[in-house]
């Protein structure tokens, strides 16, 4: 069974500059996370789908970060305009409601650097 | 408020036992994880407790106690391939929320 995918898994751009990163969750899952990962720290929830509904953008910085889920499948997180802050991993989960918990699977990421 | 607590690093020698704890506060409670993370890769799913005690998966064994907000993983026959950040998090009944604490580096070392 393939786990969750992410493209690209490097990006580097300028600040001011848009960028978008892309999400395909495990076959059947229908919750799926988008997670911002700093160096040395846990990673911390900017939006949770369940199918294509957001229930949980509260840490979403909406000024400037957008996702959708048009069909409940896959997603793209985008930001614009990037800030040099937003320098981090870029990590999307996914889950199927009813097993233990909720357990999450992450794709392997997205590293941004912002210059 | 949410806070999870664990240490920061650990080390450790090939073959020995670990433990590293995981303290939390959290407004709910329903259920605790631990991920392993290895440099650069994504966290991987290593265990899952939501009643009190024991639960055992090989080498890796983890413990939960609710009453004091308090949470185990013990690794035990340590191999080199341990080395990586091990993540506690936690599940909020609240929005069911998964709230991770910043990880705890272990370093195996020969």
């Known amino acids: 069974e393939a786990g969750v995918v992410q493209s690209p898994r490097y990006k580097i751009i300028e600040k001011k500059q848009p960028v978008a990163f892309w999400c395909n969750p495990i076959?059947?899952?229908?919750?799926l996370y988008w997670y911002l990962q700093n160096l040395g720290q846990g990673p911390e929830l900017l939006i949770r789908y369940e199918n294509e509904e957001a229930v949980d953008d509260s840490q979403l910085p909406k000024d400037r970060f957008s996702a959708e889920r048009l069909k409940g499948v896959d997603s793209t997180l985008k930001i614009q305009p990037a800030e040099l802050g937003d320098s981090a991993v870029y990590l999307c989960?996914?889950?199927?409601?009813?097993?233990?918990?909720?357990?999450?699977?992450f794709g392997p990421g997205t590293r941004l650097t912002v210059l | 408020g949410q806070n999870i607590d664990q240490p920061t690093e650990m080390t450790a020698t090939e073959g020995a036992i670990v433990q590293i704890n995981c303290t939390y506060q959290?407004?709910?409670?329903?259920?605790l994880f631990w991920y392993q993370q290895h440099a650069g890769e994504a966290p991987t799913f290593l265990s899952y407790n939501v009643l009190d005690g024991l639960e055992e998966k090989g080498r890796f064994s983890s413990f939960l106690s609710r009453s004091k907000g308090y949470s185990y993983l013990l690794l035990k026959e340590l191999q080199m391939k341990d080395s990586a950040s091990y993540l506690c998090?936690?599940?909020?009944?609240?929005?069911?929320?998964?709230?991770f604490g910043a990880g705890t580096r272990l370093f195996v070392k020969a």
């Open positions: 998090a936690v599940r909020d009944t609240g929005g069911f929320k998964t709230i």
């Open positions: 959290t407004s709910g409670f329903n259920g």
């Open positions: 989960a996914s889950s199927f409601a009813g097993t233990s918990g909720d357990t999450q699977y």
């Open positions: 076959s059947g899952h229908n919750t």
